[in-house]
């Protein structure tokens, strides 16, 4: 995936600011940055979901507007922050929603598509909850839902917007481990997290974002710095070595 000058208004509010962006093939990429700085805004123009004031941003060479939808949703899934289903669903109707994209006059549901969406939900932890509606899931239980529904499609780029929301720690490291997992896979995963120590410790390329600008990227262990972290989170702090993986740790200072 490459961004090039890519520019996002709303309304007078100028979000992002030129964005310049590499995504190298099989990379576990976290975007990370304070409230407000443009991250979710720029995994959605990566989507296609938003589309930029100038700029432009390419799969493989080709400009994503050019692409027809369904063969861009056949190669790139996005995990929304906010997604929605209706309650009286059932969670494995949801997960088979994945299939969309495969789905044509020439090529109806298939035994194929029944083991994508087993795979997804074994996957994503869900597999105990078939026959279950999405309305009486908790908020960890849906986001995993919609983290199967992701993987059901099946693509070469996983988009994830803020994945670990409503998750405890067990749940949160699964997903991360499972981020890993597509890696080895050669599957690219581009996540917004908040969360600096996991993202340390699970991606393979950090980007660094504030006021909609990129300020740093590069792997964890090249870029992170003390003076990085208080430029972009206005927070002192020392940076040691985390004791199990040796990624850099976050200690904030008095």
Known sequence: VSVRGVHKFFGNLHVLRGIDLDI???????????SGSGKSTLLRCLARVLGARSGVVELDGVELGTMNQKALARRLGLL?????????????????????????????????????VARAMK???????????????????????WIAMSLAQATDILLLDEPTTYLDLNHQLEVLRLAQRLHRDGVTVVAV???????????????????????????????????????????????IDDPETESPLVIPTR
């Open 24 to 34: 190298a093939p099989g990379e576990v990429c976290v975007i990370l940055g304070p």
């Open 80 to 116: 929304a922050q906010s997604s929605v289903a209706p309650g009286d669903m059932f969670v494995e109707d949801l997960v088979a929603r994945g299939r969309y994209p495969y789905q044509s006059v020439l090529h109806q549901w298939s035994a194929q598509d029944d083991e994508a």
């Open 123 to 145: 996957d994503a932890g869900v597999a105990d909850l078939v026959g279950r509606r999405v309305g009486e899931l908790s908020g960890g239980q849906r986001q995993r839902v």
């Open 193 to 239: 997290l908040h969360d600096l120590h996991l993202a340390f410790r699970y991606a393979t390329h950090l980007v660094f974002m504030k006021d909609g600008e990129v300020v740093a990227q590069g792997a964890p262990r090249d870029v992170v710095t003390a003076e990085l972290i208080e430029r972009v989170f206005s927070v002192p702090c020392r940076i």
